[in-house]
Antibody, heavy 126, light 107 residues
Framework: EVQVVESGGGLVQPGGSLRLSCLVS????????MNWVRQSPVKELEWVSN????????HYVDSVKGRFIISRDNAKQSLFLQMNTLRVEDTAVYYC???????????????????WGLGTLVVVSS | DIQMTQSPSTLSASVGDRVTITCRAS??????LAWFQQRPGKAPKLLIY???TLETGVPSRFSGSGSGAEYTLTISSLQPDDSATYYC?????????FGQGTRVEIK
């Protein structure tokens, strides 16, 4: 059974920083692209960032470029999101989500976003 | 950015009804279109990917179709368990984007 567990959320003041972590078990983590997706209080879903299985390719939504950094540690089956210069509009539940299965960099399926964690709440407020 | 627009925003239907949700993209997404179901307090769940491929374990009453910039999610016979919000999402062009959601209620 695949398990995805996020941690690191909390209350932070505008301009502050947080580091989210995600521990994945039940799959070969190093074969999967990984994503962060957030859901605002009004329930809009927004893809935030993703990272390839070997962390050679990284993408961000424009609103977080230059402030957020995605990274991964395949040996620890973990994904991270360093969030700096946080804004009120970053308030959301942040989900860690699996991407495509790409062993040795070759994606063998179009399926993505199959495995989601329960999310971790980030509140940016003074 | 590719804008995804779902319609309707809310629908109310009876058990056994056929339900259709439409997702329109601001440009072609070349079938890189997924559908998700989200129940209150839960994470989204993948239903369909690549426009029409049913995810393993998803009931066959769910189906997806479409091409180019217009896609459809159909529930062939609505069940009480299908009360949820449904989202489409494109992964054709970065940044990947979601629709605003369609809330499905059971009459």
């Amino acid at each position: 059974e695949v398990q995805v567990v996020e941690s690191g959320g909390g209350l932070v003041q505008p301009g502050g920083s947080l580091r989210l972590s995600c521990l994945v078990s039940g799959l070969t983590f190093s074969d999967y692209e990984m994503n962060w997706v957030r859901q605002s209080p009004v329930k809009e879903l927004e893809w935030v960032s993703n990272i390839s299985s070997s962390d050679s390719n990284i993408h961000y939504v424009d609103s977080v470029k230059g402030r957020f950094i995605i990274s991964r540690d395949n040996a620890k089956q973990s994904l991270f999101l360093q969030m700096n210069t946080l804004r009120v509009e970053d308030t959301a539940v942040y989900y860690c989500v699996s991407g495509r299965n790409c062993p040795n960099g070759v994606c063998n399926s179009a399926a993505s976003f199959q495995y989601w964690g329960l999310g971790t709440l980030v509140v940016v407020s003074s | 950015d590719i804008q995804m627009t779902q319609s309707p925003s809310t629908l109310s239907a009876s058990v056994g009804d056929r339900v259709t949700i439409t997702c329109r993209a601001s440009q072609s997404v070349f079938n890189w279109l997924a559908w998700f179901q989200q129940r209150p307090g839960k994470a989204p769940k993948l239903l369909i990917y690549k426009a029409s491929t049913l995810e393993t374990g998803v009931p066959s009453r769910f189906s997806g179709s479409g091409s180019g910039a217009e896609y459809t999610l159909t529930i062939s016979s609505l069940q009480p368990d299908d009360s949820a919000t449904y989202y489409c999402q494109q992964s054709s062009t970065y940044p990947w984007t979601f629709g605003q959601g369609t809330r499905v209620e059971i009459k």
